[in-house]
């Protein structure tokens, strides 16, 4: 498929057919993919939670709205967003910065300069480490399902929990903001595709607030 199909062909589809699995290649042909999604400096503060036990599954979806989605997808995500992914000391900036210098796009001698330039941008307030988290993790998100579309699948994303009981259901450290669950499978094919919701014009988006 083209960029333009898949994008137009993307739904967030209700019904999945719980018969039908993911094979594990594609599911981690889906994650890679969707993993060259841009992140401010690099960071890539995301992380998945995969759920592909039904018991898991059942226990996700008692705090979900007890949406039958998330138990019949043969794959449900938690996403995660690392509200604390732009501190020093934290592995995958510790392995940014040096993969950074490694490929020469940062010299060394430039480490407190990233340190200060990413606690301005990102560890201002709690908003703007809350902000800085789930925009990145939201790149990621949508990547996974357009990833997802491009190899088949189809996939669902969830606002719809509880997200303090998801925490303490699976144990989510505090620096993890949940931004989305999203389940990932098969349309099941004897159920109505509802058709595309509506999107705002080109003319509704662009907006300016100076004149």
């Given at each position: 498929?083209?960029?333009?199909?898949?994008?137009?062909?993307?739904?967030?589809?209700?019904?999945?057919?719980?018969?039908?699995?993911?094979?594990?290649?594609?599911?981690?042909?889906?994650?890679?993919?969707a993993?060259?999604?841009?992140?401010g400096?690099?960071?890539?503060?995301?992380?998945?939670?995969?759920?592909?036990?039904?018991?898991?599954?059942?226990?996700?979806?008692?705090?979900?709205?007890?949406?039958?989605?998330?138990?019949?997808?043969?794959?449900?995500?938690?996403?995660?967003?690392?509200?604390?992914?732009?501190?020093?000391?934290?592995?995958?900036?510790?392995?940014?910065?040096?993969?950074?210098?490694?490929?020469?796009?940062?010299?060394?001698?430039?480490?407190?300069?990233?340190?200060?330039?990413?606690?301005?941008?990102?560890?201002?307030?709690?908003?703007?480490?809350?902000a800085?988290?789930?925009?990145?993790?939201?790149?990621?998100?949508?990547?996974?399902?357009?990833?997802?579309?491009?190899?088949?699948?189809?996939?669902?994303?969830?606002?719809?929990?509880?997200?303090?009981?998801?925490?303490?259901?699976?144990?989510?450290?505090?620096n993890?903001?949940?931004?989305?669950?999203?389940s990932?499978?098969?349309?099941?094919?004897?159920?109505?595709?509802?058709?595309?919701k509506?999107?705002?014009?080109?003319?509704?988006?662009?907006?300016?607030?100076?004149?």
């Open positions: 498929m083209t960029f333009k199909e898949v994008i137009y062909s993307r739904r967030a589809v209700n019904f999945f057919d719980p018969d039908k699995a993911i094979p594990p290649a594609l599911l981690n042909e889906m994650i890679e993919t993993a060259r999604a841009p992140s400096f690099n960071i890539q503060p995301w992380s998945l939670i995969v759920l592909n036990e039904q018991a898991d599954k059942l226990r996700l979806q008692k705090h979900a709205w007890d949406q039958p989605k998330v138990s019949e997808a043969p794959v449900t995500l938690i996403v995660l967003a690392d509200t604390e992914g732009w501190q020093p000391g934290n592995t995958f900036l510790e392995k940014n910065f040096n993969e950074l210098v490694g490929s020469g796009a940062m010299a060394m001698e430039q480490r407190e300069w990233f340190d200060n330039a990413c606690a301005s941008l990102y560890g201002a307030s709690e908003a703007r480490k809350v800085f988290a789930c925009k990145n993790a939201g790149f990621f998100a949508m990547s996974l399902m357009l990833a997802a579309k491009s190899l088949g699948l189809d996939t669902h994303p969830m606002d719809g929990f509880d997200i303090d009981a998801v925490r303490a259901e699976f144990k989510i450290p505090d993890f903001w949940i931004p989305l669950l999203l990932v499978g098969y349309f099941k094919s004897d159920k109505e595709l509802m058709p595309p509506w999107r705002k014009s080109v003319e509704e988006i662009t907006v300016r607030f100076d004149q």
